[in-house]
């Protein structure tokens, strides 16, 4: 039987697409090939909204180019936001690659699939992967329509496109039937949701119809945008008792004139009194934020407001990165005048305010029980989050996959919490 191997790297869009191309491959008759050496289709779903992810991409091809050597029969295809429309630039940049293909659209691989190695058709039916845990990524809304100076994502993914809203809850009712208790409804931005489709229904109408999926235990939802969260979302969202109280809402910026050149649509000051409301709505919540340094004319007084509000908002989860220019947007046109030395000492920066605050914040949860959803073992241990998205640790011989079990928490680090088992949930229960 012929086999496959999807390499993913980038945002949790990308990992949603990889497993709906894995269903796809596996329909067509292909298993799943537990080493990238041992696919006879090998596929590497591309990021390109920094350039550190491109970088690995590049890396993982230049392996595969002497590979192939050996196995000249194989397909190496290459998919998501690096394709562009350029395909002969990007054969000449990577002749050991069969197949291009842009971010969903994977038609001529499944086409090439289906002529060179005659798998045998399971059946007609679209469905999703079949999910090896019990989490699930959902995708409600693609593209985006913001066009955010330094982002690629417009470009590589297009307009935004909402899915139909019966048509998300009859995907999640299947994956519940599959042994998935968690999903996390994705979208560039999510909180456009439903803007483009009859009777206009929105994310907290989303929320409000899952919420009654029989089975489902957990609903989280990713990436919002300050400047389209609505009252309605915040106050739905803290009502409905499946919404885990996680919310990640990037900031970029703490300075007013970075985000106008950044075209984020919103101040500081309105990012501020937003992280009030969602706290005043939701007291346990985990906010994570995005943050970019070093971005085309930061000074050190700017690049400081955005350290000062990061201490101020005490985030659990700061993703930083030091900006890098994307051809084909705005940023890239302007002048890349901060120097390397400056962006990685910011990003050092940031970095380390970050962990000391989740350290502390972490420590604090010592000696108290939480409720998590187990989702995998690794190295030997038990591995779930919280509600608010913290990573915690216990050992235990039995199978608890896909079980909401309390863990008394004995250590904390910035990253992860570990704890002891006390088996079913009760109600003393943090939520953190």
């Known amino acids: 039987m012929p086999s496959y191997y999807v390499w993913t790297v980038g945002c949790q869009m990308n990992k949603a697409d990889s497993d709906r191309l894995s269903a796809d491959l596996q329909r067509l008759g292909l298993s799943w090939a537990p080493r990238i050496e041992d696919a006879d289709v090998i596929v590497l779903n591309s990021c390109s ?239 994570s934020t995005d943050v970019i340094v070093g971005f085309p004319g930061e000074t050190e007084v700017q690049f400081e407001h955005t350290y000062r509000l990061l201490e101020e908002l005490n985030f659990d989860t700061v993703h930083v990165a030091a900006y890098s220019p994307r051809p084909g947007t705005v940023a890239a046109r302007m002048a890349d005048d901060v120097p390397q030395e400056a962006k990685k000492a910011r990003l050092q920066m940031v970095e380390g305010l970050q962990e000391r605050l989740a350290r502390a914040a972490n420590e604090a949860l010592v000696g108290k029980p939480v409720e998590i959803l187990v989702e995998c073992r690794s190295r030997g241990k038990w591995q779930g989050r919280t509600r608010t998205n913290k990573l915690v640790f216990f050992s235990d011989q039995r199978s608890w996959l896909g079980e909401l079990v309390r863990v008394e928490i004995e250590s904390a680090t910035a990253w992860s919490l570990q704890g002891k088992l006390q088996e079913k949930p009760g109600e003393s229960d943090v939520g953190s």
């Open 49 to 287: 909204v920094r350039q550190s992810a491109e970088n690995r991409v590049v890396s993982r091809l230049g392996l595969l180019k002497t590979w192939k050597r050996t196995r000249p029969d194989a397909t190496i295809a290459l998919v998501g936001c690096m394709v562009d429309d350029n395909l002969h630039s990007l054969s000449r940049r990577f002749p050991m690659v069969d197949v291009f293909c842009k971010p969903q659209d994977y038609g001529r691989l499944l086409e090439r699939v289906k002529a060179r190695y005659a798998p045998t058709s399971q059946n007609g039916e679209t469905l999703t992967a079949v999910p090896a845990m019990p989490t699930a990524f959902v995708p409600v809304i693609q593209g985006c329509n913001n066009f955010c100076t330094y982002c690629i994502v417009p470009y590589r993914r297009g307009r935004e496109r909402s899915r139909p809203l019966s048509e998300i809850v009859c995907e999640v009712e299947r994956l519940v039937t599959r042994g998935v208790k968690e999903v996390t409804l994705l979208g560039q931005n999510v909180d456009s949701y439903g803007h483009d489709l009859p009777g206009r229904p929105d994310l907290a109408d989303m929320l409000v119809a899952l919420n009654d999926v029989p089975g489902l235990q957990r609903i989280r939802f990713l990436t919002s945008h300050p400047k389209d969260m609505t009252e309605k979302l915040i106050h739905t969202a803290a009502r409905l008792s499946k919404v885990c109280e996680h919310i990640n809402l990037p900031v970029q910026s703490g300075d007013d004139q970075i985000l106008k050149a950044m075209h984020r649509g919103y101040t500081v000051q309105h990012y501020r009194d937003l992280v009030v409301r969602i706290r005043q709505a939701m007291p346990n919540v985990g906010l």
